[in-house]
């Protein structure tokens, strides 16, 4: 088939469908999620890429733990929070000793060291406003190149 029609062909659907009002449902199910679930295939662990990424992963899931917390000013929220910082902390630890690359080393050590001093805050609300929203980009320099 030539390439005017294969572009052709979704043209016009998408513009039947527009024209006659049909909604197009998706499942969550068929949205890709940005981040593989499947195990570390044991080549990857330690290179840059990976570890980036896996970085990027746990600040991000952490980033989901604090949002359920971020609603209660109690006692035990606060201290899912702190524990938050601290997994988040020790992972990102794990991942800073398997790479050999010196500069995402010491950006990973230098964002657990800050998710840990968050985890000992009084108010771990002040951080997640403040300084959370922003220390994921201490790695941004660091995985740039990867």
């Not at 050999?100 to 002040?126: F, W, Y």
Request: proline share 8%; aromatic share 4%.
């Amino acid at each position: 088939m030539p390439p005017r029609r294969l572009t052709a062909l979704p043209l016009a659907l998408i513009a039947t469908v527009s024209l006659t009002g049909c909604a197009i449902e998706l499942s969550p199910e068929s949205v890709p999620l940005p981040f593989s679930v499947a195990p570390t295939p044991a080549g990857s662990a330690g290179v840059p890429a990976y570890v980036c990424t896996a970085a990027y992963k746990i600040l991000t899931d952490g980033a989901v733990q604090l949002a359920t917390k971020m609603s209660s000013s109690s006692d035990s929220a606060k201290q899912d929070m702190r524990d938050a910082f601290t997994d988040m902390a020790t992972k990102l630890g794990k991942e800073a000793a398997g790479t050999t690359d010196q500069a995402l080393k010491q950006a990973l050590s230098t964002v657990a060291a800050d998710l840990t001093a968050a985890a000992q805050q009084p108010d771990p609300k002040a951080y997640v406003n403040g300084d959370f929203q922003t220390v994921g980009q201490k790695l941004d320099n660091a995985c740039a190149d990867t």
